[in-house]
């Protein structure tokens, strides 16, 4: 079992883009993610190793939010404020971040829960039995909401060109 400094390093930068894709607050999706890694070092017993601890993780995320979004209503922020990372040169940093905002942008405008499936398939590299065990559908419910939501993208794109 990794340690919690581990953990944290590891699936902090997941469990934020998994929940700022749902509420695109910043601050609230900090909260959320720290809120979460207390939750999970306080259970980590809990934790039966039935699933990646990434989807653990996500999971308790959800629940957190889920109880968040009862008691204040959740605010938007435009995707291009997310921040975008890469170790290469200038002319490929721009190249990628211009890339990559349009790709941020066309997901943004998609419907939360295909919003959720792209996000945890692009930023978590989780498989889709992973996804549906976060979203509590079904492997093939995840598969074609992936799909449809490539074909909306793919659509947006060249509407863009």
């Not at 890339?99 to 919003?115: E, G, N």
């Not at 065990?133 to 909401?145: D, F, G, H, S, Y």
Request: net charge negative.
């Amino acid at each position: 079992m990794e340690s919690i400094k581990e953990v944290y390093d590891n699936y902090a930068k997941l469990v934020y883009h998994y929940i700022f894709s749902i509420t695109r607050d910043k601050e609230l999706s900090e909260e959320i993610m720290q809120e979460t890694f207390v939750i999970a070092i306080n259970q980590i017993n809990k934790f039966r190793g039935d699933c990646k601890i990434s989807v653990w993780l996500c999971q308790i995320a959800k629940n957190v939010l889920y109880k968040e979004t009862h008691k204040n209503k959740i605010k938007t922020i435009p995707i291009e404020e997310l921040e975008l990372f890469d170790d290469n040169n200038i002319e490929d940093i721009v190249i990628e971040n211009e890339q990559k905002r349009r790709l941020y942008k066309a997901i943004d405008k998609l419907d939360t829960s295909t919003r959720e499936v792209m996000y945890l398939r692009l930023e978590g590299n989780m498989s889709f039995r992973e996804i549906g065990r976060i979203l509590n559908k079904t492997e093939n419910w995840v598969r074609v909401t992936f799909f449809r939501g490539k074909q909306k993208i793919n659509e947006e794109v060249i509407d863009d060109e």
